[in-house]
């Protein structure tokens, strides 16, 4: 453990860390362009220089590493002067087209000229023109004027992915980036190139020209897109609704979890939200009168929804949950089957929908909280429901998410089974063929507009938050169950996420312990689960390169 | 002139070949060497006070020492052929014309690093010496010198000067693009395939030979005290005999001028850069400078390839900058900012002042923009491009002002 004198400070750190590293762990930040904890060094911007005693000038925080009884200033003059030059460099050839690029407002060269160039410009001679506006793939587009030339995204393509797609071509002021010939940015992946990429050269193609990015929030979130649980924030436009044609969700940035995904998250979770503010979105609840859907009162349909459960026995009542919703969700319906004694109770679709993961965070099952219902024990006879309705024997099915009609299930058997039920609910978020079927539709809250947890495969518990507010009357699954069972007499649970998983973590072994406080930012394993580290990337590891 | 110890067989008809090298003492070295330990010959090489003819002037002895002992696996030696210094051709004809010395002087360098691999990387641009150097190899392979515990691949460059820096060569042998590595590892502990790599060039290896047969000290007193030996100078530019000049590392500028026939032209001497295109320009009151690398050092230049370009009075001091800037904006290899952005503005502002369109306070920029990316960078190239855009614009102000507006 090496100990150094960082700006006067002392702290121990790790064999092998570098200067970067070492001075964030103190709170003092190195600026840097080209260096990024994920990948290998680079040593390219020169921008994170500090000074060492008994070094004859400025070295490059990123290829050094600690060592016992260094003492490192990153504050001196020559350091500051440095800092400048290094800036004047990076920006000589910049288009300084800040008002019409969207990286303005997060982009790294704004932030530093700020806080170390504030320099006067010198430049006055025609500045070096590259490609601009290239799509590189279906997300993302390059300005090669804007680029820096510092490599993260080349060094992704190499080191996470292996899929070498992007290169730096040609020599001096001309070089820039592209993509060798015959191939596009097209992996799993290639939203990360624009997190990464510290200016406006990359950019998303999605997000592009939507809305600027300081009308934007952020809420921690979970992304539900597939088993693996990647962490993610959530970028909500609430303050310029005009904007982006409505649409309230932004974008997903991948959150750091060393436990989970690390800094990254797949294409397919990424630009997976498009159905929180499509037209599919149900905002009302619903009856079927003569065949017609028509809105109705939350009142009315609890209430008709209780006195169902009540009317029918037990044995003519199933519940297919979903994987899709959180634990509190699960655990309110676990409830409401104990207190009418419900035993039809299941979660899966009756044959899961193919899809494929891949060799890193992209898991096949495509549920977030499999694992969640597993541990709740959900797991009942789907098929068995499924025959029973077609024999006539359940009255009421109550359906949640599901489309039972694209579920693989042969459709001419479903539908039957469906038409000989005397109730059918569904309830969900965004409507599908099962939803025109239903007698009564109770719309649910998005991913994005609720509180709530989700287990992942390997058995963490995380977080995920409202961003926004739920669209029309929709609320989340526990808040629907919790008030049928207001209405059917059994005791208050709480009115509140947070309420139902203290419950939870009461009754189920496996979340013994748990709170949303212990839960945190990070999420926590359930009892017993051995702790978790992200995925090893399939592509060219930076620590097995073969050169430094 | 003192002896000749590098071009000694360049003036024999088919001095390129094995027949001929053997003739005249060529392998001698080697077999003499293979009856010596490792460590004996890194010593004697300590001991002649060789030192790097590429440009950088490092001690070779020493830099062979820095290979670990404790490593297990293969280390390899390269070889740098990818002469592109502007002012210097020296290599070219070591190639050309004694290809067997450089053959010899990598079987006994290969001996002293414990290196069963060599590689030879070749400036693109050098097709015959590469088919001279080539059939030599083949040569050696069939008399029976290669092939047993050394083997040589001969690498042809594809014409970019960065991969005559000796990381930036390692990565375009690679296979990579040519773009020098960030160091710490430097090459004699991760360099070529990450594995321990000396980067010798070729004149310096051509010395290895004689060192063996003749001694160290024989060797040592060819030269100055701080550095051995003989070697190579190109010169050229304004001399009325330019050519490559063998001699001692002590004669002055002065005389290797007069050695080159003197002056042409205006027959006034004006400047001369003493070391490639790389070194800081050094006006006619400055020759009596010992020829050496400690000796430019101490005149605030360097002897870098040795290759010595003469200007007269009728040249001109901003155009022979212009030429050297569009050079190194052409060949910045764009991996780190420094280099990559102010190679290309200087080049803009000595063009345009060049073409008439210049103010004074461009002078002041371009000098304070060299010096503030000066020691910034991952490799030696920016720095070598710093040394001339200073010291033509400091030493020849009056001239660069004569051509700007305001």
Excluded at chain 1, 9 to 37: F, M, Q, S, W
Excluded at chain 1, 417 to 443: F, K, M
Excluded at chain 1, 462 to 482: I, M, N, S, T, Y
Excluded at chain 2, 388 to 394: D, L
Aim: charged share 25%.
């Amino acid at each position: 453990m090496p100990k150094l004198t960082i700006d006067g400070k002392e702290i121990d750190v790790e064999a092998g860390t570098n200067l970067i590293e070492a001075a964030r762990r103190l709170g003092i930040e190195v600026p840097h362009y080209c260096y990024h904890p994920g990948l290998s060094i680079a040593g390219q911007c020169r921008l994170c220089m500090v000074d060492i005693e008994k070094a004859p000038r400025p070295t490059i925080a990123c290829n050094t590493q600690a060592v016992d009884g260094m003492v490192v200033h990153t504050q001196t003059d020559r350091v500051k002067e440095t800092r400048r030059s290094m800036m004047e460099f990076h920006l000589i050839n910049h288009p300084l087209d800040c008002p019409v690029c969207d990286q303005a407002g997060e982009c790294w060269l704004q932030i530093y000229y700020m806080k170390h160039g504030l320099y006067e410009p010198r430049m006055t001679d025609e500045k070096v023109h590259k490609p601009k506006a290239v799509p590189l793939g279906p997300h993302v587009m390059l300005d090669a004027e804007r680029c820096i030339l510092c490599s993260r995204c080349v060094r992704f393509c190499d080191e996470i992915t292996g899929t070498g797609e992007l290169g730096i071509f040609n020599r001096a002021d001309y070089s820039e980036i592209g993509l060798f010939p015959g191939h596009d940015l097209q992996n799993n992946y290639s939203g990360n190139v624009v997190d990464i990429c510290p200016v406006g050269a990359l950019t998303d193609r999605d997000f592009r020209f939507q809305v600027r990015v300081w009308y934007l929030d952020t809420t921690k979130s979970i992304c539900p897109g597939c088993a693996r649980g990647c962490n993610v924030d959530v970028h909500v436009n609430r303050k310029r609704p005009h904007h982006a044609g409505g649409r309230r969700v932004a974008r997903l940035k991948p959150r750091f979890n060393a436990a989970v995904n690390a800094w990254w998250i797949c294409d397919v979770g990424r630009y997976g939200f498009g159905d929180v503010d499509d037209e599919t979105r149900m905002t009302r609840p619903q009856r079927r009168v003569e065949g017609q859907a028509v809105d109705t009162d939350w009142g009315e349909a609890l209430g008709a929804v209780a006195d169902a459960l009540r009317r029918y026995s037990p044995e003519e009542i199933a519940i297919l949950a979903s994987p899709k919703q959180s634990n509190e969700d699960l655990f309110a319906l676990k409830r409401l089957c104990e207190h009418r004694g419900i035993r039809q109770l299941a979660f899966r679709a009756p044959t899961p929908p193919a899809a494929a993961g891949d060799d890193f965070l992209l898991r096949a099952d495509r549920h977030p909280n499999t694992r969640g219902a597993e541990l709740l024990g959900l797991e009942g006879d789907v098929a068995g429901i499924l025959s029973a309705a077609g024999a006539g024997r359940i009255k009421l099915l109550w359906v949640f998410e599901h489309d039972l009609l694209a579920s693989g299930w042969p459709i001419a058997e479903t539908t039957a089974a469906l038409d000989r039920v005397e109730t059918l609910v569904w309830s969900g978020a965004n409507a599908n063929a099962t939803t025109a079927r239903a007698h009564r539709v109770l719309p649910l809250a998005a991913w994005v507009e609720r509180d709530g947890t989700f287990t992942n495969f390997l058995g963490r518990v995380q977080r995920f938050r409202a961003a926004v507010e739920p669209l029309g009357e929709a609320l989340a699954g526990w808040d629907v169950v919790g008030r049928v069972m207001t209405a059917l007499g059994a005791p208050a649970i709480g009115t509140r996420a947070e309420h139902w998983f203290r419950e939870l973590s009461k009754s189920v072994a496996a979340f013994a312990g748990l709170t949303y406080q212990a839960i945190g930012d990070g999420g926590a394993m359930i009892a017993g689960a051995a702790p978790t580290t992200a995925p090893a990337p399939p592509g060219r590891r930076a620590d097995a390169k073969v050169t430094a | 002139m003192a002896e000749r110890v590098l071009m000694r067989n360049f003036d024999r008809a088919s001095s390129h070949t094995l027949a001929v090298y053997r003739e005249h003492g060529g392998y001698a070295g080697w077999d003499k060497a293979r009856q010596m330990e490792p460590a004996a010959l890194v010593e004697e090489v300590k001991q002649s006070n060789l030192r790097g003819l590429g440009g950088a002037g490092f001690p070779t002895g020493a830099k062979w020492s820095f290979i670990p002992k404790s490593h297990t696996g293969p280390v390899y030696l390269v070889v740098n052929a990818d002469e592109g210094e502007p002012g210097t051709f020296k290599d070219r004809y070591l190639l050309e014309k004694d290809p067997h010395a450089l053959i010899e002087g990598m079987l006994i360098a290969a001996r002293a690093i414990r290196c069963a691999l060599g590689f030879v990387y070749i400036r693109g641009e050098y097709v015959e010496p590469w088919r001279r150097f080539s059939a030599a190899v083949k040569e050696a392979y069939d008399a029976g010198l290669l092939g047993q515990g050394f083997d040589i691949v001969v690498h042809r460059g594809a014409g970019a000067y960065i991969c005559g820096e000796e990381t930036g060569l390692i990565s375009s042998l690679e296979g990579k693009k040519g773009w020098p590595k960030v160091k710490p590892p430097f090459p004699a502990i991760k360099g070529a395939f990450a594995q321990p790599t000396i980067v010798n060039n070729v004149e310096t290896l051509c010395c290895i030979p004689p060192i063996v047969t003749r001694g160290a000290a024989w060797f040592a007193g060819l030269g100055t005290k701080t550095q051995g030996g003989t070697r190579m100078y190109s010169v050229s530019g304004r001399v009325k005999r330019p050519a490559v000049y063998e001699t001692s590392v002590s004669i002055t500028l002065r005389q290797l001028i007069e050695l080159a026939g003197g002056v042409s032209h205006s027959g006034r001497l004006k400047a001369v850069v003493p070391g490639g295109g790389s070194a800081p320009i050094l006006t006619a009151d400055e020759i009596d400078v010992v020829m050496d690398v400690d000796g430019l050092k101490s005149a605030g230049s360097m002897i870098g390839s040795a290759g010595v370009i003469v200007l007269d009075e009728s040249a001109s001091i901003p155009e022979a900058l212009l030429v050297l800037a569009r050079f190194y904006a052409h060949e910045s290899c764009g991996q780190c900012t420094p280099c990559r952005e102010s190679t290309g503005w200087i080049y803009k502002m000595v063009h345009r002042i060049v073409d008439g369109h210049g103010r004074k306070d461009d002078l002041d920029t371009i000098v304070d923009v060299a010096r503030r990316g000066a020691g910034t960078t991952i490799c030696a190239f920016y720095d070598g491009a710093v040394g001339p855009y200073i010291s033509y614009i400091q030493k020849f102000r009056g001239e660069f002002e004569g051509l700007c507006r305001s």
